[in-house]
């Protein structure tokens, strides 16, 4: 069982940065894979970065790619998503996951992931 709470959204401008984070509980954080989707108002809960179990892989929506880092730290059984020149394309909660192996079966799909958190809401005016 592994239980997910996140934290550092809020309300930013244009081009400003956040960093969320995502703390787990749990003895088998290692072996598995994170990543965090975001749902805006009225869409589908969509990919926006995964990592593997060990953190030498990691994987991110088209969109997102080079602005956004996610990263992890096994000791300390967290994750997290560095949001930087930050759209207000990019407004939505944004759910940590985590799947039940090192690997997701697909990065890309929510059925990937067993464990979800409860969501932080991140806005960005223009």
């Known amino acids: 069982q592994v239980h997910l709470v996140e934290s550092g959204g809020g309300l930013v401008q244009a081009g400003a940065s956040l960093s969320l984070s995502c703390a787990a509980s749990?003895?088998?954080?290692?072996?598995?894979?994170m990543a965090w989707f975001r749902q805006g108002p009225g869409t589908a809960r969509v990919f926006v970065a995964g990592?593997?179990?060990?953190?030498?892989?990691?994987m991110y929506e088209e969109s997102v790619k080079g602005r956004f880092t996610i990263s992890r730290n096994n000791a300390e059984k967290t994750a997290h998503l560095q949001m930087n020149t930050l759209k207000p394309e990019d407004t939505a909660v944004y759910y940590c996951?985590?799947?039940?192996?090192?690997?997701?079966?697909?990065?890309?799909?929510?059925?990937?992931?067993?464990?979800w958190g409860q969501g932080t809401q991140v806005s960005v005016s223009s």
């Open positions: 996951a985590a799947a039940m192996s090192p690997y997701p079966d697909t990065w890309f799909s929510s059925r990937a992931y067993k464990y």
């Open positions: 990592i593997s179990g060990g953190g030498g892989a990691t």
């Open positions: 749990g003895d088998t954080f290692a072996t598995n894979a």
